[in-house]
Each structure stands twice: as C-alpha cells, then as structure tokens.
C-alpha cells in the first residue's frame, strides 16, 4: 500500500509541476489554441480541466511503463533512472515541436511548451527510482549494436515520408517540407539511439517478440499517451494521431527486429571469416 501512495504521490507532483510551468511560461512564449479549434472534450471541460485530464493518462503511463522496464536492468540504477527519464523527456519535446509548421506556432513557443512537459517526466523517474522499490531479474543491460541508430532512421525516415506524401499523417509537411523532413531524420535517429541504450531491457526469448515489446510497449505507450493530446485537445484529428501513433509503431517494430537480423549477421559473416 506504501509503495502505491508513493507511485500516486510523485505522479501527482510531475502533474503539477507540469501545470506550474505551462501557467508560468511568459505570454510571449506561450502556444496559443484558438476557441474554434477546440475538441468536443475540450469545449465541454474547458482548456485546463482537459490539459490536466491529457497530464494524468501521460504521466501515468510513463510511469507504469518505468515500472515493468526496470525490473529488467542490473546496472547502475541511478544512472538507468537518467537514462530513462532523459530519454521520455526527450521524446516529449520531439513531439511538441513535430507539428509546428501545421499550427502556425513559433519554434521557441513550442520548445517552450515542450520543455514543460519534459521536465517533470525527469523529475518524475528520478523520485521513482529513489523512492520506489522493485524485484530484479538480475540481467545485465547491455547496450544494442549501433547499426541499429543507421536502421532506426533510415525505415522511419521512409516510413514517415511515404505517410507525408499520401496525406496518411499530417504534421504540415506541405507547409514546410523542409522543416519536417529534417525533425523525421532527428527523430528517426533519436529512437536509434534509444534503441541502443535502453533497448535490451524489451529483451524477450524471439527477436519479433522483443521487437513487438520494444515498440508497442516502451516506445508504444509512452509516445502514444503524449500525442493523446492532440485528439483529446483538438478537433478533427483523431484519425491523424491513431495513423501517426500505428505507423510510428510499425516504424519502430521493423526497425529493431531488422536492426538486431542484420547485427546477426554482420557477426557471423564476421566469425566466418
């Protein structure tokens, strides 16, 4: 029961952290959402009550995800727990600032926005890890192959681009394709070195089961539960988020099951010779 009430009590905190930041970003920095825009849940809770709704499904999937990845790792906890929580914070930011061309909204108003709701994913997973317990496995968490950050983002890059040109995903590409096809190489590089640094704690006895693991589960849920937002928040997009969120997925699925085959084999052609 201890443990539960400390999971609810740092989740809250993350919360409010989150919502602090947002009222306290200055006017000219803050991301402005017009009436007109506003989703059905949205206008009838109104803007706060919806953020706070978006804040609490977000966090707490971060941390529940925090939660079954870290029973896995037998190296430096405190050190993992950064890892850990960089990396979601990371995620987040990438995510704010993915639609800006689509929005209209400045870059330093969305990387405002972006860092806060990325700082307190950070608190948030270093306050679970020193004031949470959980059993060990006792695996060591080794690093994946590097290759894998060359074959993250090579298959999202085409992945996503194919999406862009079908209209499938709509993050205002046409409105700036420059801008978006640089953020899908950063990100696509981004969830390559993730994949290297966190990726063994999705180790499972198949290499499509650790793929599907990796991919819906620590990328799946906690990037999933960040572009909730934008269908809880904003009309007309639920289509686009769910499209974005499989794709996404898909993306990342392929690329660590090809990314651990080819690792595979670069071994043994390797061990041949």
Known sequence: MREKIRYVS???LAITLCMVLHM????????ETSVDDLSIVAAWLGFPLTALLWASIAYSCVAL???FTR???FENRAIWEMKFGTFIGVLWLLGYVMAMPKFGNSFY??????????????VMVTLLGRFTNSA?????CKRKPFIGIVVFGTVFFVIRMM??????????????SMYSSLWTIAMGIFLGVLYVILGETMAMPSVAGSAVKFGCFL?????????LFFPLMLKGQLLNTVFMGFLDMLAVVISYYCSEKLHHVLNRSKFCR
């Open 10 to 12: 740092i989740i809250a």
């Open 24 to 31: 306290s970003i200055p006017v000219e920095l803050a991301t």
């Open 65 to 67: 995800v925090f939660h």
């Open 71 to 73: 029973i896995n790792v």
């Open 109 to 122: 108003n969305e990387l405002a926005g972006g860092l806060c709701d990325a700082i307190p994913v950070v």
């Open 136 to 140: 060990n496995k006792g695996r060591c």
């Open 163 to 176: 999406a862009y040109h079908i209209n499938a995903i709509d993050i205002g590409f046409w409105i700036n």
């Open 219 to 227: 990328f799946g849920v906690t990037w999933g539960s960040f572009i």
